[in-house]
């Protein structure tokens, strides 16, 4: 395969139109040119879909993806850690959400106003943030300022000030939040979810009046050396910059972070395959509206059907109008301005959702709509004519994903954190949809979408339905 550089609407729209050999067809899928030496580092190319993805290990022993843009001078970084709230000790929920929120309130000599300031005048953006399984945090800077910018990032690294004045409006805004959340049918919803279908699962852990009075400045400082160590990084990086430059400045950042640190691993979560109540679960919330909930059991992503079921979701009730959902609970009976459906397939938990907003007294009516939508697709399957908007759709947006360095590096990321995907992902996606066969679409919609496998979760005050009782 020629190795080529591409930039800008070129690498889009490769990746939308050209099409790949599928893994286990025979063919190679990854393109891999002959490692290369950049000023003594190892660097191997991935000639892939919509760029070259040169991948080496700092001499730091930093691993770092990096797609090189020179014709525009900006570079994104993206670093992440594994270990996320999941780590945060019982009776400290809360405690790695106030180490990220820290990371840009102050470093070395600089205090909040000072770091804000410095940020400013290099025209930069740097942010961290906590999700349940990573730690993660973002760089965005122009290419001439690149030095400086991340000898700043190096300081908050080596020297965050985890100061009292940052600290206090942290732990101000959490009470906050910790308040409204019990307006929020949203989290309502969710926390009646988990105590349904995970209770015991560290999923299920919440922020609470008590967990967030005991987080200290130091308690998140010695938080942030066990989330941040040099021996979990992973590193993506797209712009204008080589791996000889940008390689010094990643071991620069890395320099002051623990060698390593135990994290505990998160169990996975098995959804019942039978609905946990014969009627929903109710969160009583004075509203005129309810918020309806169907959860039930999905696929992980490299199971051979998760493509079929991606697709078969989207006309389902992933794909807006084109949606069946939408088209008979709004279009066709007026139920609600929106209703959708979801396919999730990571590693700790896959389920498959579907839901909307209604008003009360239609509830129960909602409801039952979107189980006979669920009994039909179920019974009859989609047509031809379906499957092929879905595929075309799917692979025509795709482009959109990568259409700034930012959004490249958090593309390649999200598949650098992936445990059940790689670097071939960007060039066999769009082919895979493609060999999606209406057969196993049809067969995937008669195992999963049977509506004796969802449980049904309501947040308002619904009429029309018989309950299984208040949640907590």
Same mark, same amino acid.
């Given at each position: 395969?020629?190795? &080529?550089? =591409?930039? $800008? #609407?070129?690498?889009?729209?490769?990746?939308?139109?050209?099409?790949?050999?599928?893994?286990?067809?025979?063919?190679?899928?990854?393109?891999?040119?002959?490692?290369?030496?950049?000023?003594?580092?190892?660097?191997?190319?991935?000639?892939?879909?919509?760029?070259? !993805?040169?991948?080496?290990?700092?001499?730091?022993?930093?691993?770092?993806?990096?797609?090189?843009?020179?014709? &525009?001078?900006?570079?994104?970084?993206?670093?992440?850690?594994?270990?996320?709230?999941?780590?945060?000790?019982?009776?400290?929920?809360?405690?790695?959400?106030?180490?990220?929120?820290?990371?840009?309130?102050?470093?070395?000599? =600089?205090?909040?106003?000072?770091?804000?300031?410095?940020?400013?005048?290099?025209?930069?953006?740097?942010?961290?943030?906590?999700?349940?399984?990573?730690?993660?945090? +973002?760089?965005?800077?122009?290419?001439?300022?690149?030095?400086?910018?991340?000898?700043?990032?190096?300081?908050?690294?080596?020297?965050?000030?985890?100061?009292?004045?940052?600290?206090?409006?942290?732990?101000?805004?959490?009470?906050?939040?910790?308040?409204?959340?019990?307006?929020?049918?949203?989290?309502?919803?969710?926390?009646?979810?988990?105590?349904?279908?995970?209770?015991?699962?560290?999923?299920?852990?919440?922020?609470?009046?008590?967990? #967030?009075?005991?987080?200290?400045?130091?308690?998140?400082?010695?938080?942030?050396?066990?989330?941040?160590?040099?021996?979990?990084?992973?590193?993506?990086?797209?712009?204008?910059?080589?791996?000889?430059? !940008?390689?010094?400045?990643?071991?620069?950042?890395?320099?002051?972070?623990?060698?390593?640190?135990?994290?505990?691993?998160?169990?996975?979560?098995?959804?019942?395959?039978?609905?946990?109540?014969?009627?929903?679960?109710?969160?009583?919330?004075?509203?005129?509206?309810?918020?309806?909930?169907?959860?039930?059991?999905?696929?992980?992503?490299?199971?051979?059907?998760?493509?079929?079921?991606?697709?078969?979701?989207?006309?389902?009730?992933?794909?807006?109008?084109? +949606?069946?959902?939408?088209? +008979?609970?709004?279009?066709?009976?007026?139920?609600?301005?929106?209703?959708?459906?979801?396919?999730? $397939?990571?590693?700790?938990?896959?389920?498959?959702?579907?839901?909307?907003?209604?008003?009360?007294?239609?509830?129960?009516?909602?409801?039952?709509?979107?189980?006979?939508?669920?009994?039909? &697709?179920?019974?009859?399957?989609?047509?031809?004519?379906? =499957?092929?908007?879905?595929?075309?759709?799917?692979?025509?947006?795709?482009?959109?994903?990568?259409? +700034?360095?930012?959004?490249?590096?958090?593309?390649?990321?999200? !598949?650098?954190?992936?445990?059940?995907?790689?670097?071939?992902?960007?060039?066999?996606?769009?082919?895979?949809?493609?060999? #999606?066969?209406?057969?196993?679409?049809?067969? #995937?919609?008669?195992?999963?979408?049977?509506?004796?496998?969802?449980?049904?979760?309501?947040?308002?005050?619904?009429?029309?339905?018989?309950?299984?009782?208040?949640?907590?």
């Amino acid at each position: 395969m020629k190795r &080529i550089f =591409l930039t $800008g #609407v070129a690498a889009l729209a490769l990746a939308a139109c050209e099409t790949f050999p599928m893994a286990g067809d025979g063919d190679v899928v990854e393109a891999v040119a002959p490692i290369v030496a950049d000023d003594g580092l190892a660097v191997d190319v991935h000639e892939g879909a919509f760029a070259d !993805i040169q991948r080496f290990t700092t001499p730091g022993g930093a691993s770092v993806w990096l797609v090189s843009e020179p014709g &525009i001078p900006i570079v994104a970084v993206d670093m992440a850690w594994k270990g996320g709230r999941v780590q945060d000790p019982e009776g400290l929920e809360g405690l790695s959400s106030a180490v990220v929120y820290q990371m840009n309130e102050g470093a070395g000599d =600089l205090d909040s106003l000072g770091f804000q300031t410095r940020m400013e005048e290099l025209n930069m953006s740097f942010g961290c943030s906590a999700g349940n399984e990573w730690t993660s945090c +973002s760089v965005n800077m122009l290419s001439e300022n690149a030095d400086d910018v991340m000898d700043l990032v190096a300081t908050a690294f080596e020297a965050p000030r985890f100061d009292e004045g940052p600290f206090e409006r942290f732990r101000r805004e959490a009470e906050v939040g910790l308040k409204t959340r019990e307006t929020s049918a949203g989290y309502l919803r969710g926390r009646a979810q988990a105590a349904a279908l995970y209770l015991d699962h560290p999923y299920a852990r919440q922020r609470s009046e008590e967990s #967030v009075a005991a987080l200290t400045s130091e308690l998140a400082k010695a938080h942030m050396r066990k989330l941040m160590v040099k021996d979990r990084v992973l590193v993506t990086v797209v712009g204008d910059t080589t791996p000889a430059d !940008i390689a010094p400045m990643i071991d620069q950042v890395m320099a002051g972070l623990p060698e390593t640190s135990e994290i505990i691993e998160t169990p996975e979560i098995t959804i019942p395959t039978v609905a946990v109540s014969e009627t929903p679960i109710v969160v009583s919330l004075p509203q005129p509206q309810s918020s309806v909930s169907l959860v039930g059991p999905a696929l992980r992503k490299d199971d051979p059907d998760f493509f079929p079921a991606y697709l078969l979701n989207y006309k389902f009730g992933g794909g807006g109008f084109d +949606s069946r959902l939408m088209q +008979s609970l709004r279009v066709e009976q007026g139920l609600t301005y929106g209703v959708y459906s979801g396919v999730s $397939g990571g590693k700790i938990m896959q389920s498959w959702t579907a839901g909307g907003q209604t008003k009360n007294e239609t509830a129960g009516t909602f409801i039952e709509g979107i189980k006979l939508e669920m009994e039909k &697709i179920a019974e009859s399957g989609l047509t031809q004519e379906e =499957l092929d908007a879905a595929k075309a759709y799917l692979i025509g947006s795709y482009p959109l994903g990568f259409d +700034s360095n930012a959004k490249i590096a958090s593309q390649m990321m999200s !598949i650098r954190k992936d445990e059940l995907r790689d670097i071939t992902y960007f060039d066999t996606r769009n082919e895979r949809f493609n060999a #999606v066969t209406l057969e196993q679409v049809n067969r #995937v919609a008669k195992e999963y979408l049977q509506p004796e496998r969802f449980s049904v979760f309501v947040v308002g005050e619904p009429e029309g339905l018989s309950s299984a009782g208040d949640a907590e």
